[in-house]
Antibody
Framework: QVQLQQSGPGLVKPSQTLSLTCAIS??????????WNWIRQSPSRGLEWLGR?????????DYAVSVRSRITINPDTSKNQFSLQLNSVTPEDTAVYYC????????????????WGQGTLVTVSS | DIVMTQTPLSLSVTPGQPASISCRSS???????????FYWYLQKPGQPPQLLIY???NRFSGVPDRFSGSGSGTAFTLKISRVEAEDVGVYYC?????????FGQGTKLEIK
């Protein structure tokens, strides 16, 4: 059974960096049939996909244009986890942040995001 | 970005009765590989979203067969044949044919 366990602070000051980690059990961050996503949810923006990292003989990352200048998603193979860093946060970045596994079949078709972390409410406030 | 529009935004259903939710996309979700990148999720109160349906009509493991998905191109429907109390929550459609993945605004299902 795949489990994703999120960790990180729930309060970040404006202009600082939001950092979250998602620890994976039951799968590998290097799996060639998975992608590892960060998604956030707020009342004003709904569910918003932020980016992903995945391994297909080499590492790839994709980011939403809306946060591309501020975001970094990194895999950590030694700890079987991946992380999110969002720089220069403002109150608009206040949201529940989720990590999620995207599952892919043998032809690399996306079969949906089938496992999610528990969510972390991150509040940006001084 | 592809815009996903759901209707209705809320639904109140008597247990045992059917329910239907529609989702329209601003562009076709049919990819050049012949597959459609469209999904339904349910977010129960206090929980993360959970996958219900992938590729328009395929139920994810463990999803009851009272849930069914249909549609093509830009118009999709989720049907619940007989609503049960455990089906309450917010239903979201999502596309992944093009980055960024985008979600509908959600449809809240309540039980009468």
């Amino acid at each position: 059974q795949v489990q994703l366990q999120q960790s990180g602070p729930g309060l970040v000051k404006p202009s600082q960096t939001l950092s979250l980690t998602c620890a994976i059990s039951g799968d590998s961050v290097s799996s060639k049939t998975a992608a590892w996503n960060w998604i956030r949810q707020s009342p004003s923006r709904g569910l918003e996909w932020l980016g992903r990292t995945y391994y297909r003989s080499k590492w790839y990352t994709d980011y939403a244009v809306s946060v591309r200048s501020r975001i970094t998603i990194n895999p950590d193979t030694s700890k079987n986890q991946f992380s999110l860093q969002l720089n220069s946060v403002t109150p608009e970045d206040t949201a529940v942040y989720y990590c999620a596994r995207g599952s892919y079949d043998s032809s690399n078709y996306h079969q949906g995001d089938d496992y999610w972390g528990q969510g972390t409410l991150v509040t940006v406030s001084s | 970005d592809i815009v996903m529009t759901q209707t209705p935004l809320s639904l109140s259903v008597t247990p045992g009765q059917p329910a239907s939710i529609s989702c329209r996309s601003s562009q076709s979700l049919l990819n050049s590989d012949g597959r459609t990148y469209f999904y339904w999720y349910l977010q129960k109160p206090g929980q993360p979203p959970q996958l219900l349906i992938y590729e328009v009509s395929n139920r994810f493991s463990g999803v009851p067969d009272r849930f069914s998905g249909s549609g093509s191109g830009t118009a999709f429907t989720l049907k619940i044949s007989r609503v049960e109390a455990e089906d309450v929550g917010v239903y979201y459609c999502m596309q992944s044919v093009q980055l960024p993945y985008t979600f509908g605004q959600g449809t809240k299902l309540e039980i009468k």
